[in-house]
């Protein structure tokens, strides 16, 4: 039996703009990849500027968003809905990974397939605490800001691995724990242990961001037990640049996001 190419079913889960369709898609391929089902081969990446997304919600700018409160039920529900937000958009970032850079080594693609099923998992958790409350994935405005970051590290492989899943991921580590606090304290016990899981299981996707800067850094081959790079983000208002001081052998470098 002839394997199927990963790379053009990783696009169609990226350009699928129904959410349920979406989350489906990325188990399946998820399924079919470590079922011995497909293979990478190296093709030119399409340069996909908008991913896959329903019309809802509206996208605004950050600032006109309103501070979300957990006193009102209305203010429970946008927490929920933004964090919901942000994993949906990590479906997309995970498999835009697969999609936009061929030619890595095949554990690359497990880990940002696996990342990819978890987000996707992430996010229908929340949209069923949504949906007990009456609301769906739609009804509050969001930002664009994780899908805009990927935008521009999209022609970087070492940015985007060093700002989104080593910077964006990890400061979500950082602030979930406070939010679980909040949820608990208003007696939503059940979206705690929601935020529980996805801490968890969030741990691995920075770990996934850690190897794939390595490799693009040439500082290891596919070997998780070597020291890794440390990296240091600089942000101006014109521009962002990570620069990286590697371990022992390895050449420094600067890597510039347009």
């Not at 030119?44 to 896959?52: E, F, L, N, S, V």
């Not at 997304?53 to 950050?62: G, K």
């Not at 007990?132 to 970087?156: I, K, N, Q, S």
Request: charged content about 25%; some cysteine.
């Amino acid at each position: 039996m002839s394997r199927r190419n990963l790379h053009p079913l990783a696009l169609a889960v990226l350009l699928e703009r129904d959410v349920a369709r979406k989350c489906h898609l990325v188990a399946e391929l998820r399924r079919a990849w470590h079922a011995g089902e497909l293979v990478s081969e190296s093709a030119k990446a399409p340069d996909i500027t908008t991913p896959g997304r329903p019309a809802l919600p509206e996208l605004v700018n950050p600032r006109q968003l309103p501070r979300r409160r957990l006193g009102s039920e209305a203010g429970r529900l946008s927490m929920i809905h933004a964090i919901a937000h942000i994993e949906f958009n990590a479906i997309n970032l995970a498999v835009d990974a697969v999609t936009r850079y061929p030619g890595m080594p095949s554990g690359f693609y497990t880990d940002w397939i696996d990342v990819a099923a978890d987000e996707a998992r992430h996010f229908e958790l929340l949209r069923a605490r949504l949906a007990e409350a009456g609301a769906v994935y739609g009804d509050f405005p969001a930002h664009d800001g994780l899908w805009d970051m990927a935008l521009r590290t999209r022609h970087d492989p070492l940015a985007r691995m060093a700002l989104v899943p080593r910077v964006m991921e990890a400061r979500g580590l950082d602030v979930t724990p406070g939010i679980m606090r909040k949820f608990s304290g208003i007696g939503d016990h059940a979206t705690v242990a929601v935020l529980e899981l996805i801490l968890r299981e969030e741990v691995a996707h920075v770990e996934a961001g850690r190897v794939g800067f390595a490799i693009y850094a040439g500082s290891v081959v596919w070997n998780r037990k070597r020291p890794i790079s440390v990296c240091y983000v600089n942000t101006c208002a014109a521009k962002s640049a990570v620069r990286c001081i590697m371990p022992r052998g390895a050449r420094p470098g600067l890597a510039k996001m347009s």
